[in-house]
């Protein structure tokens, strides 16, 4: 069969020809223009796909750099901090031995006492350390001052109603808070309704984990730690989501929480990086003064704590043989010196006190009020302040005796102290190094997907050139014989 072969189909077939050389040619341009091998997905699915992957990658190593960032300028100023903190529990050391030697006196006590106080005002000002507008020290409630220059009882605070609760009753907290650190009291509302028939769960750590599911509130509930809630009805039912928040202060002059501060800085990897001022600069501390007149023997007594909060006894006191403790709560121990039921001695206590700690009074007959040497001994740390407010006293006491044996009572306490914020100084620089290993993990990471990113996408140059003026010859080429096939008639073929 003869095919004719006419002005249509040569217009096409050079159309088409020219066409696609002008495509694989715009296609050289445009990888020579970006240097790079894919620029949309159709050029390379399955490299598209390891690009994607390897952007990915690179976006959440990038993340993780600036969290640890974030964590090392903190942890530095956390570090430096600490460092001035332990330059001046050692000044306030070097104090308490100096006076309580032989040659202190009124007027050396007056000078120290002037120093002291400047040096408790450079430790709350150390203590409450800012990093912009977040204090490093205070645990999650970075926006609370962590640190306060008088001593609190324990406290219960009011309740705070979240500000899209739909119930518009009254709830009420109250109670003796128990505990021995700041903790935050959540209840939840899971299903509405009313005070009997809603469900709700409590949490005790600010609302990081929860209890089971519970029922009924028109009795007051108890939170824990001594801390209680009530509900009462207004016109409005409870709904679910509904919040109720209750704190729980202890004693002493820490106002921050003891809950860390986390950040991502790799898969599956958090990382704590705040110290807290409960775990550094809070713990034991046992301070004494006679309240009775029954002090009519020399006698050091010694108290030791049972099981259970509450239940200090004293295993030591030959010269008192009627001494008992009358009252005992978290905070304070009453003693009775001979037997009368009348207090002589009271105990100011703050921190974790556990099972066989003790504390050691020194008395001197004949004292009638004011402070006496107590010292203390236990598995937990030293409270910074007041151990610095403890010397303070000691140095205003008028008795030169007993303004000696106070102030000595203070020095084991304040080494103690030093080392103890030392300890926390070299677990913040242990931290740093642990952020300055995994920053250059990831560098190295980085650089490798790099690499592999680009062999994936960039391109080869000189190749690329190469091809491109092939691609630019064979374009001419088409376009000259498109111009002389355009020519020709078929009185080509008639000679």
């Keep these: 069969m003869i095919h004719r072969i006419t002005e249509t189909i040569k217009f096409n077939m050079l159309t088409n020809n020219m066409f696609a050389i002008q495509n694989e040619y715009g296609q050289l341009m445009e990888k020579l223009s970006t240097q ?23 976006a959440s190593i990038e993340q993780y750099q600036t969290n640890i960032t974030d964590a090392d300028i903190w942890l530095k100023l956390t570090s430096t901090n600490l460092a001035s903190l332990r330059n001046t529990m050692d000044a306030a ?18 000078s120290s006492l ?52 739909s119930f518009n009753g009254t709830v009420s907290s109250g109670g003796i808070y128990a505990a021995t650190e700041n903790k935050s009291y959540v209840v939840k509302i899971v299903s509405g309704g009313t005070l009997a028939a809603a469900t709700y769960q409590i949490s005790s750590d600010g609302g990081q984990t929860w209890g089971g599911v519970l029922t009924n509130l028109s009795a007051p509930l108890a939170l824990g730690d001594g801390i209680t809630i009530g509900f009462t009805a207004g016109t409005v039912d409870l709904a679910a989501h509904d919040l109720f928040t209750v704190n729980g202060a202890a004693a002493g002059y820490y106002n921050g929480n003891n809950d860390q501060l986390n950040a991502v800085i790799g898969k599956s990897n ?17 301070s004494a003064e006679v309240t009775g007149p029954d002090i009519n023997a020399d006698d050091t007594i010694l108290l030791t704590r049972g099981a259970t909060a509450g239940s200090w006894a004293i295993t030591s006191h030959p010269n008192y043989p009627a001494m008992t403790i009358t009252s005992q709560t978290l905070e304070t121990l009453t003693i009775d010196a001979d ?106 990471l980085n650089l490798q997907i790099t690499n592999m990113l680009a062999d994936i996408e960039n391109a080869d140059l000189t190749k690329l050139i190469t091809s491109f003026q092939m691609k630019q010859i064979a374009m001419q080429a088409s376009y000259s014989m498109a111009s002389k096939i355009g020519e020709m008639t078929i009185m080509d073929y008639i000679r």
């Excluded at 110290?275 to 809070?282: D, P, V």
């Design 36 to 58: 790079k091998m894919i620029n949309r997905p159709s050029d390379d699915p399955i490299g598209t796909n390891d690009i994607l992957d390897y952007r990915t990658a690179r």
């Design 270 to 286: 958090d990382f704590s990086y705040n110290i807290t001022g409960a775990e550094a600069f809070t713990g034991q501390f046992a």
């Design 339 to 444: 037997g009368d039921t009348n207090p002589d001695i009271t105990v100011n206590l703050t921190g974790a006190w556990n099972q066989n700690d003790t504390i050691e009074l020194s008395l001197t007959a004949g004292i009638t009020s004011g402070g006496i040497p107590a010292t203390f001994s236990g598995s937990g740390s030293v409270d910074l302040l007041a151990t610095l407010n403890a010397l303070k006293a000691a140095l205003q006491e008028p008795d030169q005796n007993r303004a000696e044996q106070l102030i000595a009572a203070q020095v084991e306490n304040l080494i103690t102290a030093a080392t103890q914020v030392l300890q926390y100084e070299t677990q913040a620089g242990a931290r740093i190094n642990t952020l300055t290993v995994t920053s250059s993990n990831h560098d190295s």
């Design 114 to 165: 002037a120093t002291l106080t400047a040096l408790i005002d450079e430790a709350l000002s150390l203590m409450n350390a800012k990093n912009g507008d977040n204090y490093i020290f205070s645990g999650s409630a970075i926006d609370v001052q962590p640190f306060s220059s008088t001593y609190a009882a324990s406290s219960v605070s009011n309740v705070a109603a979240a500000t899209t609760n």
């Design 93 to 110: 050391k070097n104090i308490a031995i100096s006076e309580s030697g032989a040659g202190a006196s009124p007027e050396t006590r007056q």
